[in-house]
């Protein structure tokens, strides 16, 4: 009985898996049988994320050397394979690698630079995004199909705090996350993952995740200051104390699949969902700053609460649905913690510019992106009803808006996303248009202006 509850599991979240895209022609993807039955599996997963962006530039920007006001590019921002096996009804190992990033003049491997085989942008290192190990302690029965406890440990993406925090890169709503959710990005993580243990389950309605981790050593110097007020926490966490991390959410409807920790974006009106969540990130010590010559550590503290929306409405046939995310993020570095962020930014900063219109973020496409303050996030998409019984497309228009209050930044700031996703089989093919108004600070006036990104996205997912 166990065998047949144990497969039956494992179709459920395959089927959990194939509608999430939103593509009936998907099947069970790229699976390699073990044995007859299926119950011993391994499953690969290959995607790709290519952009093409035209990006008004923050003033003082020079590119390779140049200086520039807008820029064109094509660039990878994705380029990866997951794999995950189950030999055994309670065992799994998941191993995830790739590349991310890579642009016409960086992005490339350590140490490339300059002109040749190894020059700038040229030849990056493929490295683990993810690597673990878990076992399956409570396992669903026939009578309780919604209770089961996994623990497991290594390099993973149990990152608590949110659900976007732990989002999906193969369903987006908009073309991509909106970065701050990832908040120790590339400094006390490796691309949004820690090494660590974790436990992750079910409860009825209730999913939760929690981890005990190792943050990477960050090492940042803090500028020296002599007035307490005027202290900037940067990243610096000596040895690094274990961080503590949790996500409780309560699915209304129908239950998400959590084989895998990756939030979907949209399920294309395939499910009905309706979640509400809260989570956590803690790290004691994990920022410094120097006042007077004296080095004060800050724990950094991370909360947020969210909710999701995924509904189908009107005629069943024509599949029309709603996806809507909203989340209040509250973060605490430690004083006058900020980062200045730049999704493959290009750009380095003119040192001889003096021009006034220079922005505090920098060079490029950076723009205020993690600190001390709090965030308000909400993004809404609608999936246009079909018109004919197999459309070629489908259309899903969306809207995102960020807010930022940042206690290192004079005036609050804010994003704004607009953008259509064009369905030719789901997620798995579809081209993302997205226009974008990132906050930049003027330096000189303290006042907040808008520069605009247009991104276009080629996605293939199989």
């Known amino acids: 009985m166990k065998k047949i509850v144990f497969t039956l599991s494992l179709l459920l979240f395959g089927y959990g898996m194939t509608q999430a895209q939103g593509s009936s022609d998907y099947g069970s993807g790229i699976k390699l049988n073990v044995n007859q039955e299926g119950t011993k599996s391994i499953r690969f997963i290959t995607w790709n994320q290519t952009w093409f962006r035209a990006t008004q530039l923050n003033p003082g920007t020079t590119i390779g050397g140049e200086a520039a006001k ?83 440990a290594g390099l993973h993406y149990f990152m608590g705090l949110s659900r976007m925090t732990m989002a999906s890169t193969l369903n987006f709503l908009t073309v991509d996350s909106p970065i701050f959710s990832w908040a120790t990005i590339d400094n006390a993580d490796q691309f949004a993952r820690q090494y660590g243990f974790f436990a992750k389950g079910k409860l009825n309605k209730l999913e939760y995740r929690f981890g005990l981790n190792k943050p990477f050593n960050t090492s940042l110097a803090p500028a020296n200051v002599t007035e307490s007020s005027k202290a900037v926490a940067v990243d610096n966490n000596g040895k690094s104390s274990w961080a503590k991390t949790a996500y409780v959410e309560y699915q209304f409807l129908d239950t998400e699949a959590n084989l895998l920790p990756f939030k979907v974006g949209s399920y294309l009106g395939t499910k009905r969902v309706f979640n509400i969540g809260a989570g956590f990130y803690m790290q004691p010590k994990g920022t410094k700053s120097s006042v007077n010559g004296a080095l004060q550590s800050h724990d950094v503290r991370l909360f947020s609460i969210d909710s999701f929306l995924d509904m189908p409405f009107g005629d069943k046939a024509k599949n029309a649905a ?107 093919a579809k081209i993302t248009t997205q226009y974008s108004l990132r906050p930049e600070v003027e330096t000189a006036t303290n006042k907040q202006k808008h520069l605009g990104e247009f991104i276009a996205q080629l996605q293939i997912y199989l």
């Open 322 to 428: 709603v996806t809507a995310y909203a989340g209040y993020f509250n973060y605490n570095f430690g004083p006058n913690y900020i980062r200045n962020i730049g999704i493959m930014n290009e750009g380095v900063v003119n040192a001889e510019y003096s021009g006034k219109d220079k922005v505090m973020a920098g060079a490029g496409n950076a723009q205020p992106m993690i600190g001390t303050g709090s965030i308000f996030y909400t993004q809404v998409g609608l999936l246009m009803p079909k018109v004919t019984e197999k459309p070629k497309m489908r259309v899903q228009p969306f809207v995102a808006y960020t807010n930022k209050n940042f206690k290192a930044l004079p005036v609050p700031v804010s994003n704004f996303d607009l953008g259509v996703n064009w369905l030719i089989d789901g997620h798995h």
């Open 70 to 152: 807008n820029n064109y590019d094509i660039s990878g921002r994705r380029l990866r394979m997951l794999a995950y096996t189950q030999i055994s009804k309670r065992y799994m190992i998941l191993a995830h690698f790739g590349i991310n990033n890579q642009t016409f003049i960086n992005g490339g491997g350590s140490g490339s630079s300059g002109t040749g085989g190894y020059g700038n942008g040229k030849k990056p290192q493929i490295f683990f995004h993810d690597f673990w190990n878990e076992y399956h302690v409570i396992m669903p029965t026939k009578e309780n199909k919604n209770s089961s406890l996994s623990v497991g």
